[in-house]
C-alpha cells in the first residue's frame, strides 16, 4: 500500500488500511552513520532511508549491508603450508617425472 505518513505516495510494507503497522506508526529519520548513503530521501519530515523502516537498528552489529557508502574489506584466505608436507610432495612429483 502507498504510505500515508512521513513517505506520501510511496509504496510501504507496513502500510494497512488502518494506518503504519511499524513501531510508533512512522518510520526513523536516519543516523549519522547513514551520511552519505544514496538510499536517503528527502521527506518533508527529514532525511529518511529508502530501504529500511528504522535504519539505526541495521548498524548495530556493524555496518549496514545496504550503506553504498562503506567499503568492505576483502579478506584474503591464507593457507598455512607444512613445510615437511611440502617437501615430500614435491620429492613425489620429481619420483613420477622419471
Known amino acids: ?7 506520501v505516495g510511496v509504496e510501504c510494507s507496513f502500510m494497512t488500511k ?10 526513523r529519520v536516519i543516523i549519522e552513520n547513514c551520511a552519505g548513503c544514496n538510499k536517503i530521501v528527502d521527506y518533508s519530515g527529514g532525511q529518511y532511508c529508502k530501504s529500511y523502516a528504522d535504519p539505526a537498528s541495521r548498524w ?14 576483502a579478506k584474503e584466505n591464507v593457507q598455512k603450508i607444512n613445510p615437511l608436507k611440502a617437501s615430500k610432495r614435491a620429492s613425489k612429483g620429481k619420483s613420477k617425472k622419471k
Open 60 to 73: 548495530i552489529m556493524g555496518k549496514c549491508a545496504l550503506a553504498s557508502h562503506v567499503t568492505r574489506d
Open 18 to 27: 488502518g494506518g503504519c503497522s511499524f513501531t510508533d506508526g512512522t518510520c
Open 1 to 7: 500500500m502507498l504510505c500515508q505518513t512521513v513517505k
